[in-house]
């Protein structure tokens, strides 16, 4: 029996010696994968740092920037050189490696000329060859090869992750024998012991009886003691186990965190360039036609408040995809609203297309914003008339499930449709499949951010060739729910009345802005005191107090400023003025969501129209302190 006993745990403990050998190794797989699928994505985002250097460096002949191009393209030679060691013993990402190498040497001998001819100045030629260089074919050829290594590398990823999983099963399955096999050993031992003693104790009945119980007693407790061992051995074991897979599957999430922050970069860069350049240029031309032509410069001046108005929306659309923007919801009967709003949608995608509405949904209400709803619809219009190449038929759907708790708004197209790999993707940000200049890549996410802030959901089915659905599964509003009145945009009641004005300290440490927001609340009609600094706050309320005056009816102030934040400078305020009147104004997107420093006090977001600073002064003017009340030292 000793013997067969030896045998079997010679054999248990080879087997959990190669299920933890193959598991370690499994896990080597798995990071080697991820790493490969990191690296070429650093490879990727140095290649494009390197290009957009050297075409700054192209444009402006400025030698740090050549300096970046060259750094930054050391730095993509350096990630090659990793790649490469990493997939030596794949011999297909290997051949993959050897044709991105071929393909980097030929885009970096394009590219060098360029910086060369920039580095003697010679700006038509540098731009020429940039220029060239940037409709090369091998551009395409780079990005084909680096998404053919990740994917390559990501199938790779899912056996691994595969393989892993079995030999963590059977090392599982080894431990739990080997436990077994403890046990059934410490049963056997407590056995023989007890027929031993017992033979012992007939024999010795009298001598031998306390010696016998003591010595069953200490071999019990080895017994236990060994099996407390093993137990905290594999508690170990499997803590370490879960450490390890923690630290591997932050590694991945980390490297899809990166990707996205590289398209959202990108697209916010390339949107907000383009408003800018609206807002920048016409306020130039306004500038040299106000004197001699003043409605021309009425003209650029609407431009660029447009732009502005564009650039504001964007941040809206981005923090609202984000959840860190709130929506205004309201009571919206949906057929009505989809009604009233087709005559918009027909005038975007043409008289080729045919909009056909078939409502369903009489008399249902939904919970939403309205104004997002009208733009989620629109987006999806818009989508589905280039799908369809500006010709076919729109149909745009309401269903009721017949219990009056959701209903389905679809809009379906006859386009072309996509394929799976586009609508594995479809809600991600910035990623489109429109030319460079037709499209931000934000629709799809923005109606996705839409339905769950709404509390729905959104569903894709396409078909390539035939066409399109996208269906928003929106609540029913319980009865009873009433809509939010607001003051239409637009809407000033004019400068306030002697009666109404207030006494007003803005403190804001941008001298730009603090101008700018001193000249719109005194076009309000209220009395202004600028201050720049937060520190000298607290002194111009004293100063103001010392004059005979009866202190400021508000404080309105920046959030995020330097050696002072705001909410740190009222919290200072109110320990000597607790009735002060407080208007937070800010332009962080983080601000909003942070109520425990704003206190009770409203928050008024950048960029804001007149309309908005004056429905935000009055909303506080309506809480200030009586005459007797106001601040007093």
């Known amino acids: 029996m000793a013997t067969v006993l030896t045998g079997v745990v010679a054999a248990l403990v080879l087997l959990l010696a190669r299920a933890n050998d193959n598991y370690d190794r499994s896990l080597g797989w798995q990071t080697q994968s991820m790493e490969v699928i990191s690296q070429t994505r650093s490879l990727d985002a140095a290649l494009a740092r390197a290009e957009a250097a050297l075409g700054r460096f192209a444009v402006g002949l400025q030698k740090e920037d050549g300096r970046v191009f060259e750094q930054q393209w ?38 060098g000329d360029a910086a060369l001819s920039a580095n003697y100045n010679q700006t038509v030629a540098a731009i020429s060859k940039y220029h060239a260089a940037g409709h090369d074919a091998g551009l395409g050829r780079i990005d084909k090869l680096l998404t053919r290594i990740i994917g390559n590398e990501r199938t790779l ?28 050993a410490a049963v056997l031992a407590i056995g023989a012991t007890f027929s031993l003693v017992r033979a012992e104790a007939e024999r010795r009945v009298a001598r031998l009886d306390q010696a016998a119980e003591s010595d069953r007693a200490m071999q019990l407790k080895e017994a236990v003691d060994a099996r407390t061992a093993e137990l905290a051995d594999a508690n170990i074991a499997l803590r370490n186990e879960m450490t390890e897979r923690e630290a591997a599957e932050a590694q991945l999430r980390q490297a899809q965190k990166m990707e996205a922050v590289g398209q959202l970069t990108g697209g916010i860069a390339h949107d907000f360039n383009n408003m800018l350049a609206v807002v920048v240029g016409g306020l130039e031309l ?18 660029a408040l447009d732009g502005a108005n564009r650039a504001a929306d964007l941040t809206r659309r981005l923090l609202t995809f984000a959840r860190s923007e709130p929506a205004r919801p309201e009571i919206t009967v949906v057929d ?28 249902l209400a939904c919970w939403l914003d309205r104004q997002q709803f009208e733009n989620a619809l629109l987006n999806l219009a818009v989508n589905a008339r280039d799908a369809m190449n500006g010709h076919g038929s729109l149909t745009i759907q309401t269903i009721d499930d017949g219990e009056d708790k959701a209903l389905a708004v679809q809009v ?16 991600d940000p910035f990623y489109t499949t429109k030319p460079a200049g037709q499209g931000t890549g934000l629709g799809m996410s923005q109606v996705f951010a839409f339905c769950r802030q709404s509390g729905g959901e959104v569903q894709v089915s396409s078909t390539e060739g035939e066409g399109t659905s996208v269906a928003m599964l929106l609540p029913v509003a319980k009865p009873g729910l009433d809509a939010a009145t607001e003051t239409a945009p637009g809407d000033v009641d004019g400068p306030a009345s002697p ?14 802005v603090l101008a700018a927001t001193v000249d719109a609340v005194s076009e309000l009609g209220h009395t202004v005191v600028a201050c720049g600094n937060p520190l000298e706050a607290e002194a111009l309320v004293e100063g103001r107090i010392a004059e005979g005056g009866s202190g400021f009816d508000l404080i309105l102030s920046d959030v995020l400023m330097p050696d002072l934040t705001g909410p740190e400078m009222v919290a200072q305020l109110k320990q000597r003025w ?23 006090h409203d928050v008024l977001r950048k960029p804001f129209t007149l309309t908005a600073l004056d429905q935000a002064i009055r909303r506080c003017g309506d809480t200030r302190p009586t005459e007797g009340q106001r601040l007093a030292s």
């Open 74 to 111: 050391g730095i993509a030679r350096q990630y090659l050189a990793l790649l490469k060691r990493n997939v030596r013993d794949n011999s297909a990402q290997a051949e993959l490696v050897d044709e991105l190498t071929t393909e980097m040497d030929r885009r970096g001998s394009q590219l």
């Open 157 to 184: 990823l899912r056996e691994r992750n595969r393989v892993a999983a079995s030999d963590r099963a059977s090392l599982n399955q080894a431990l739990l024998l080997f436990s077994l096999l403890g046990a059934a």
């Open 286 to 303: 306004a500038q040299r036609w106000l004197p001699g032509t003043p409605e021309k410069a009425q003209r650029h001046l609407t431009n």
């Open 336 to 363: 009505e609203c989809i009604a009233s709003f087709a005559e918009l949608i027909e005038r975007t995608i043409g008289d080729r297309i045919a909009l056909t509405l078939d409502l369903q949904a009489e008399g």
């Open 412 to 427: 379906i197209d006859t386009g072309c449709g996509m394929s799976p790999e586009v609508l594995e993707r479809v809600f």
């Open 499 to 512: 009666a109404d004005a207030l006494s007003i300290l803005v403190v804001e440490d941008d001298e730009r």
């Open 578 to 600: 607790p009735e002060l009147s407080v208007l937070f104004v800010t332009g962080y997107a983080g601000d909003a969501g942070e109520v425990a420093a704003f206190g009770d």
